[in-house]
């Protein structure tokens, strides 16, 4: 039996060659087997006008032979091919090899486009070329100068025989010296010829089989080099004061094997001779995996140091800025992994125009449906951010006194003196008038004395003075704030008010200050012998007549 550990690696290598194959599979889907192979006529569809188009194409025609020629390398019909060559008397004999090596040269160094290929007998007529003579591209030689590869037309000799377009004598010239410069000879050489067929996509069924196998060799080559770059980072974080860095480099192992592994695998694929287009599919790839790598070390990043602050003393002492945090810490994540996958998938050659457009024509659609939801998100942001109260204050807003209990995406909850919960939209408590009790550093305290009309000036004026001793006696009172005035001669009382500061912002504290100091007032009235007014009667009802 395996030992847990290696079984464990086993199941995660068999995992990675499968999923290596299906993801390579997946993305070749709608790739030609060949680079020749997309010039091979489609079958006419249900649209008319494709199949009046296709029908136009005539079967002497350059495009026509190009499609039989590759319908037979296609198939391994070698013999077959070599027919579209034109050979001389020395080369007669190695015409099939000289299809296979020509087919091979062309996939690895000649991307064909279709409409470089005429449907006409005749080719081009404005190409500057002789009559019967087309070019459908140009091949880098070994001397590095660009050389053209041409087709000729041959005319039928006999009835049995058929007008065709070759690979003209100078081309099939230099097919060896051309086959001689690709990478991959060996495996072309030695494989056996199962392998060395065309798979689906563009790929040959050996590189299929060596791809994950690559894949899974540099995962594990990169590992080292992944330790040493994570442990460069992790010295170099723990040189700062801050914290969050350190928990960046604990947590981007998983990103730095990754991009550690692909310029390996990029540089060991360039060693399977793969053919042009598979080549532009693996960059493609490996461009792909490596911006993942750079959106999941961002959002590592972001996890890291969201992390740092919400636990934080900062955070802890700043509640309000903590949920503020948190949303924007949720917002900047989300955006990474839209905008990453955007990034990726346009990478991997994905049509991802069409879902930008979705996208904000979907966000106006919401946003436009959810006006209210986003006036109160707004409303929210803007408390948290301005910070005119936090959860725990006191505060007084349109009547309701009460104090925070929390600060929501869409509301903001009260708990009133009552002990009910008042819940009020943040799009309109970020409008209102709002006065937050906590924020005072001292607490008003004030009164108003309704004596009666017997009272003397004598008497009026030995109160004043008392009462700003009762108050000065107070060790919670501001003496600056004291006020202690003869304030009004009222309909059946003369009226002395008195206020001062009361030196403490808690509430609880505040009333027994405020008891203390009313118990003193009255006290100090009765003591000047000066009675309080009486409360004022309702007048009697007139007489009936």
């Not at 000289?98 to 996939?107: K, Q």
């Not at 409409?115 to 019967?132: A, C, F, W």
């Amino acid at each position: 039996m395996l030992r847990p550990a290696r079984g464990r690696l086993l199941l995660v290598s068999l995992g990675a060659l499968l999923g290596t194959l299906g993801l390579l599979l997946g993305l070749s889907v709608g790739f030609p087997r060949t680079a020749l192979a997309r010039v091979a006529p489609a079958v006419p569809t249900v649209s008319p006008v494709e199949a009046k188009v296709e029908e136009e194409i005539a079967p002497d025609s350059p495009r026509a032979s190009m499609a039989r020629f590759v319908a037979a390398t296609n198939g391994g019909r070698w013999a077959e091919a070599a027919t579209y060559l034109e050979l001389g008397r020395a080369d007669a004999r190695r015409g099939p090899e000289l299809a296979r090596r020509l087919s091979d040269v062309l996939n690895h160094r000649l991307w064909l486009d279709p409409h470089l290929l005429s449907p006409e007998s005749s080719g081009k007529r404005d190409d500057q070329l002789p009559p019967g003579v087309d070019e459908i591209g140009r091949i880098v030689g070994t001397d590095g100068k660009s050389e053209p590869v041409r087709l000729v037309r041959r005319e039928a000799r006999s009835a049995d025989e058929e007008s065709r377009w070759l690979f003209s004598l100078a081309t099939v010239a230099r097919i060896d010296a051309l086959y001689g410069s690709l990478k991959g000879r060996w495996f072309r050489e030695h494989l056996p010829e199962p392998l060395l067929r065309d798979a689906p996509g563009p790929f040959i069924y050996w590189q299929l089989i060596a791809l994950p196998l690559a894949m899974l060799g540099c995962h594990f080559a990169g590992r080292p080099l992944a330790w040493l770059v994570v442990a460069l980072m992790a010295r170099l974080a723990r040189r700062t004061q801050v914290t969050w860095d350190d928990e960046v480099a604990r947590g981007v192992r998983g990103p730095a094997r990754l991009l550690t592994a692909v310029p390996l695998f990029y540089l060991a694929t360039s060693q399977l001779a793969l053919y042009q287009r598979a080549e532009e599919l693996v960059e493609r790839l490996c461009r792909a995996a490596v911006l993942a790598g750079f959106f999941w070390v961002a959002l590592r990043a972001l996890a890291a140091f969201g992390g740092t602050v919400l636990t934080s003393e900062w955070g802890v002492v700043r509640p309000s800025l903590r949920d503020f945090s948190w949303f924007s810490l949720r917002v900047a994540r989300i955006t990474v992994w839209v905008v990453g996958g955007v990034v990726v998938l346009s990478q991997l050659g994905y049509p991802v125009g069409s879902l930008v457009t979705g996208l904000g024509i979907g966000g106006i659609a919401i946003a436009l449906a959810a006006q209210k939801t986003v006036e109160n998100l707004f409303g929210s942001v803007s408390i948290l951010v301005d910070q005119p109260f936090r959860v725990g204050d006191a505060i007084r807003v349109d009547g309701v006194e009460g104090t925070v209990e929390n600060i929501g995406l869409r509301s903001t909850r009260v708990r009133t003196l009552d002990r009910t919960l008042v819940v009020i939209a943040n799009g309109k408590l970020a409008e209102m008038r709002t006065e937050c009790l906590t924020a005072r550093d001292r607490t008003r305290f004030a009164t108003k004395l309704r004596l009666s009309t017997a009272t003397t000036t004598a008497q009026l004026a030995a109160l004043v003075t008392d009462l700003e001793v009762v108050l000065r006696a107070h060790e919670k009172v501001d003496p600056e704030t004291i006020a202690v005035r003869f304030s009004a001669v009222g309909d059946g009382s003369l009226d002395i008010e008195a206020s001062c500061a009361v030196t403490t912002t808690q509430w609880a504290e505040f009333t027994s200050y405020r008891q203390a100091l009313l118990l003193g007032c009255v006290e100090a009235t009765r003591q000047a012998g000066v009675e309080l007014a009486p409360r004022e009667q309702a007048a009697p009802a007139a007489p009936a007549a």
